[in-house]
């Protein structure tokens, strides 16, 4: 994981950001200091746990805890939410500052909730951003091509049992490493990536083969209407190897590989 500290006006919050599941996770207790001015963010942070838990909200639940350097220079262990959770916490807390917090997560790349109402607006804004940066169209057609494909999975995933998250993640590492050799993190690795998704720094020829894997895997997994996990992982290693004999296939004939330390970055995807 890759942790940081970003700052809101003048208040540093910090930061990490989880590789597997390609979110950025941030410091609760950060977030109640700027809020709340309290002098103890910590002990009102546990008391609005504790209301929460009462109440019956799932807001906490969906906090974890992972290591961040503390004031003393020392790793440990801190409460974190990703954006969405945020948004709902911070409506929790009454505080002038709730609004510009808001707008300040939505300035920094969260704009989920408006995207979950209207998914063309984030293709749209995908679009723009490829283009600014001198993705060709048959590139942008391909990506986005793929975001389709990949979107039918994981509608399938979340229908038969598949946990948004941590599983997803495993299944997707799974047909990524069958088809290509190389597990996620290898291939951003390969082409010199930390934070930036692997898809949008994908050669042509890349995409149509996750593609290719992730279409075969969702056919497989509805043949044998796989549930569960375990189920699924089998499908994906089936999906994955389709794709694996036709890369290998095409790179015999050509005698080019597929996999590519090529990345394109782009300066606005870097960040």
């Known amino acids: ?5 970003t700052i809101f006006e003048e208040a540093k919050i910090r930061r990490v950001y989880d590789e597997k599941t390609e979110i950025w996770f941030f410091s609760v207790v950060d977030i109640i200091r700027v809020l709340t001015d309290s002098p103890d963010p910590g002990a009102y942070w ?3 746990k504790q209301r929460l838990k009462a109440e019956g909200s799932e807001t906490v639940t969906n906090c974890h805890g992972l290591k961040l350097t503390a004031e003393d220079g020392k790793q440990r262990l801190t409460d974190v939410a990703d954006a969405e ?3 709902r916490l911070v409506q929790s807390v009454p505080s002038p500052k709730a609004e510009p917090i808001k707008l300040w997560l939505a300035k920094i790349g969260y704009e989920r909730m408006q995207e979950m109402a209207d998914p063309e607006i984030a293709l749209n804004r995908s679009r723009d951003l490829w283009q600014k940066h001198g993705r060709s169209e048959k590139w942008i057609e391909q990506r986005m091509l793929g975001h389709e494909t990949r979107n039918k999975l994981t ?3 979340k229908d038969h049992d598949i946990k948004d998250g941590q599983e997803y993640a495993i299944l997707t590492n799974i047909i ?15 082409k010199r990536l930390k934070s930036q998704n692997l898809r949008d720094h994908m050669t042509e020829a890349e995409l149509i083969f996750t593609a290719l894997a992730e279409l075969s895997t969702r056919q497989i997994a509805e043949s044998m209407n796989a549930t569960g996990l375990e189920e699924n992982k089998v499908a994906g290693k089936h999906g994955g190897g389709i794709a694996r004999q036709a890369r290998k296939e095409l790179e015999e004939k050509t005698g080019r590989n597929v996999i590519s330390s090529e990345s394109g970055l782009m300066p606005g995807i870097e960040e």
Do not use: C, P
Request: charged letters at 30%; glycine letters at 0%.
């Open 155 to 157: 509608d399938y995933w």
């Open 46 to 48: 546990r008391k609005m």
């Open 85 to 87: 959770t945020l948004l």
């Open 1 to 5: 994981m890759k942790s940081d500290i």
């Open 176 to 190: 990524h490493q069958e088809w290509s050799d190389l597990s996620v993190k290898q291939h951003k690795t390969l």
